[in-house]
């Protein structure tokens, strides 16, 4: 079991709960695209054990465009990991890197995933998290799977066949014990032209009885990846939102980048709290980024578009993460 939890420490992707028994989460988040844009979905697909070791696993299927959501059930028995690798077995459901097959109520089907962008990974800085990675009481820990990458496959959708094939999809986890009470979480990686890809974060991190505002945010451009981490000295100039709009602004030594999110009509998913999946957020998959990056020392502008079909979330006391 020490193998398992050391191994997964170094690949975010691979299952971290080798021995818990309660108050844990663990849960991935698959968003696909079609082609022509016209389905948007996010399979989710998890573990949660309360305070009480209660267990329930769980497949959560949100409908981006049509704004429905549903939450299936499982036996904790069903939840089947493999170690060293990331394969999840849940019911006759199965969950990688590479591949998914669905075999829910309104939704089977297989989709496979190519040409995936991981986020960096070093010794010292496993993911996204970077150091924070090796700190054991972290209320909440977060790992990117792709930024972006390409779709084949089809899914029957409640009678409705849809082919992926040409689709875009972005993939990455959390686990831990709770949701941060407050943050602001947005992703898109359809832009004005492919290869391109957008994710940002702001949220209350409790922290040896009191607590910080953490951020992260990366942008996938073509063929290099540009992060603005804590870990890398960017400084976080920025965090709005209101019921409209949201602001983000992320500036370190090299690179400035500019966020506008316009907010759009969103559905309700079950999210952790104390390990059980009792609380509740908001997600869009239709909200709208622009995005202006810079080259601090060339002036040059890197990245100037609006970024579309953005997944957007704003939870909990955003009041508390509020700067600039």
């Excluded at 036996?75 to 829910?104: C, R, T, Y």
């Excluded at 790992?143 to 689709?167: E, P, T, V, Y």
Aim: contains cysteine; aromatic residues 12%; neutral net charge.
């Amino acid at each position: 079991m020490l193998t398992n939890k050391l191994n997964a420490l170094f690949h975010a992707e691979q299952y971290h709960g080798w021995g818990k028994t309660k108050r844990y989460f663990e849960g991935w988040y698959y968003k696909v695209l079609n082609a022509d844009e016209s389905q948007a979905f996010a399979f989710i697909p998890g573990i949660a054990m309360d305070e009480h070791g209660k267990k329930q696993a769980f497949v959560q299927v949100l409908d981006g465009k049509k704004l429905t959501a549903a939450y299936h059930k499982f036996e904790a028995a069903d939840f089947v990991p493999q170690a060293g690798k990331f394969e999840v077995k849940l019911g006759n459901n199965f969950f990688s890197k590479e591949k998914i097959h669905l075999d829910l109520p309104d939704v089977k089907g297989s989709l496979a995933f190519h040409n995936q962008v991981p986020w960096s990974s070093s010794l010292l800085s496993p993911n996204i998290m970077g150091p924070f990675s090796f700190v054991p009481f972290m209320q909440c820990y977060h790992g990117i799977l792709s930024m972006d990458h390409s779709i084949s496959g089809s899914l029957n959708i409640k009678g409705q066949d849809i082919d992926f094939a040409g689709g875009r999809g972005y993939m990455e986890k959390d686990w831990g014990r709770s949701f941060p009470s407050g943050y602001i979480w947005m992703q898109t990686n359809h832009f004005s032209e492919a290869g391109i890809s957008l994710k940002s974060s702001v949220a209350k991190i409790p922290w040896m009885g009191t607590s910080f505002v953490g951020f992260i945010g990366g942008v996938w451009l073509h063929d290099r990846l540009i992060e603005f981490t804590t870990y890398n000295f960017t400084k976080l100039r920025k965090s709005f939102a209101d019921e409209k709009k949201v602001e983000i602004v992320l500036e370190n030594g090299n690179f400035k980048l500019e966020i506008l999110a316009h907010r759009q009509a969103s559905t309700s998913l079950a999210s952790p709290i104390l390990g059980f999946m009792d609380g509740r957020i908001e997600e869009s998959m239709t909200a709208t980024l622009e995005v202006l990056l810079t080259d601090k020392k060339s002036k040059k502008v890197l990245l100037q578009d609006t970024g579309r079909n953005a997944g957007l979330e704003v939870a909990g006391k955003v009041s508390d993460i509020m700067v600039g």
